[in-house]
C-alpha cells in the first residue's frame, strides 16, 4: 500500500471499517424486510399470498415476520461478534485496523456460508425461495403471475437501490486480494478492470429493464386485451435505462483526461452528468408516486373531499405516513444535489457521508415496499388504478390456498 495510505483512514473507518459497513447495510435490508412482514400484517394486508409464497400451516409455526426476524438475528450475531474482536485487536490503531482486514471480512464469507448452505433449520423455506428469485432475476428473468411475478419485480427493485452496496461488496474482495492494499484500507473503488464497478452498479437496472421488456412482450402475445398496448412497460424500461448514462459519464469523470473527449472540460462533462442525473431523479420520483404507489399527486384534479390532497380514495395507512413517504423519497432520489448546499458536501466526500447516503437509499426502499405492496394488495382486491403500469394483469380474488 502506499505510504500515505494510514493518513488517509479517518476515525469513522478505524471504528466501522469498510467491509463492516458493507455487512451493515445488507443486513439493513433483511431487518427492513422482516418490518415490512410484520408492519403490513398488522394491517391486514396479506404479502405472501401477493408474492404467491405457500407454506404449510402447523399450529407451532412461527409467523412470517418472526421467522424473518429470526433470520435477521442470525445473520446478526456473527457481525457484532466479529466487531467485538476487532475492536479490542486494532486500538483504533490504523496499522493493526490495515494488518488484520481477515477479521471484518471473515464475517462477509460467513453471511454467504449462512444463506447458501442449509446448516440451519431456521427459515430454511423462506432463504430457498429468496436463493431461487435471485437466480431467477439475476438474468433479468421474471416468473408468471401466478408463479410470483410480484415478488420477483420487489426483489428486483430492491437490488436497484443496493447498487451501490453491492459494487462496494466487490470492491471489499478485490482489495482484500489485492497485494497492494486491504479491504480495511481506504476503499479504492477504481479496484480491478476499469468497466468492473460501473458494470456492477448498471447490473440491477439491466434486470429490470429485461424484466419490462419481458412484460411488454407477454402484453403483446396476449393481443392488447382490454387496449392495454403494453406501452407502460416500455416507459417503465426507459426510466432504468435513463440511469446508464449516468454510471457511464461518472465512471468517465473519476478518470478524466482532455485527450479522451476531444477537449471536453471537465466542467462540461460534469454539467452533462448532473443533467442526466436530474433526468434520472424526476422520472423516478414521479414514477413512484404516481405508477408504483398509485398516489395522485401528478394526476388530474380530483372531486372535492374525496380523498387528501396528492393521495387516493382507498388506504391503509395514515394520511401522514404517506406524505412522510414522499417526502423522504423524494429528499433520497435528490440527495445528489447536497453537493451544492453549503455545509453539506461531507455527504458525498467522506466515507461516513457515502455511508449516510446509502443508509437513507436503504431506508426510502424500505418505505417504499409499504406502499407499493398496499397499492398492488388495493389492485388485486378492487381491480387495478387508472393507468395501473407494473404488472398488467391481476386476479379479482387472490388465491389463498
Known amino acids: ?14 471504528f466501522l471499517p469498510f467491509p463492516s459497513r458493507v455487512a451493515v447495510l445488507l443486513l439493513a435490508g433483511f431487518w427492513g424486510w422482516a ?9 391486514n394486508i396479506d404479502v405472501l399470498a401477493l408474492i404467491r409464497y405457500h407454506t404449510r400451516q402447523s399450529a407451532n409455526q412461527r409467523t412470517p415476520h418472526v421467522s424473518a426476524y429470526h433470520l435477521a438475528g442470525l445473520l446478526t450475531f456473527p457481525l ?3 466487531l467485538l474482536i476487532f475492536w479490542p485487536v486494532t486500538h483504533g490503531s490504523r496499522e493493526w485496523v490495515e494488518s488484520v482486514d481477515y477479521i471484518p471480512q471473515a464475517y462477509l464469507i460467513i453471511l454467504f456460508i449462512l444463506l447458501l448452505l442449509p446448516f440451519n433449520r431456521l427459515s430454511r423455506s423462506g432463504r430457498r425461495r429468496f436463493l431461487s428469485t435471485l437466480r431467477r432475476i439475476s438474468i433479468g428473468g421474471l416468473a408468471e403471475a401466478q408463479d410470483g411475478k410480484f415478488g420477483d419485480i420487489l426483489l428486483a427493485d430492491a437490488l436497484t437501490s443496493y447498487a451501490r452496496v453491492i459494487a462496494d461488496l466487490v470492491v471489499t474482495f478485490c482489495m482484500f486480494f489485492s497485494a497492494e492494499t486491504s479491504s480495511t484500507s481506504k476503499p479504492d473503488r477504481h479496484c480491478g478492470f476499469s468497466f468492473t464497478i460501473p458494470l456492477v452498479l448498471a447490473i440491477p437496472s439491466i434486470i429490470r429493464l429485461r424484466q419490462c421488456l419481458i412484460e411488454y412482450f407477454r402484453v403483446r402475445r ?4 382490454s387496449g392495454n398496448t403494453g406501452g407502460q412497460h416500455l416507459a417503465n424500461a426507459l426510466k432504468y435505462a435513463s440511469a446508464f448514462p449516468v454510471i457511464l459519464i461518472a465512471a468517465k469523470l473519476r478518470n478524466y483526461s482532455p485527450l479522451n473527449f476531444h477537449g471536453i472540460s471537465e466542467v462540461t462533462l460534469s454539467r452533462v452528468l448532473y443533467f442526466f442525473t436530474f433526468i434520472n431523479s424526476s422520472y423516478s420520483f414521479y414514477w413512484d408516486v404516481t405508477k408504483d404507489w398509485d398516489l395522485t399527486l401528478f394526476s388530474e384534479s380530483r372531486n372535492d373531499n374525496e380523498y387528501p390532497f396528492g393521495l387516493r380514495y382507498h388506504r391503509y395507512f395514515t394520511d401522514r405516513q404517506y406524505y412522510t413517504a414522499i417526502a423522504v423519497d423524494f429528499a433520497v432520489r435528490f440527495s ?12 458525498s466526500e467522506t466515507e461516513f457521508g457515502l455511508f449516510v447516503l446509502m443508509f437513507s437509499e436503504v431506508i426510502r426502499r424500505w418505505m417504499w415496499v409499504f406502499i407499493r405492496v398496499e397499492a398492488e394488495w388495493i389492485r388485486n382486491s378492487r381491480g387495478p388504478a387508472p393507468n395501473d403500469v407494473l404488472l398488467g394483469e391481476y386476479s379479482d380474488k387472490l388465491d389463498t390456498d
Do not use: C
Open 35 to 43: 418490518a415490512n412482514l410484520q408492519y403490513l400484517h398488522q394491517n
Open 336 to 347: 445528489w444535489m447536497s453537493k451544492f448546499l453549503p455545509g453539506f458536501g461531507w455527504l
Open 222 to 225: 396476449t393481443g392488447f386485451k
Open 1 to 14: 500500500m502506499g505510504p500515505d495510505q494510514h493518513a488517509q483512514l479517518d476515525a469513522f473507518s478505524l
Open 80 to 82: 457484532l461478534l466479529s
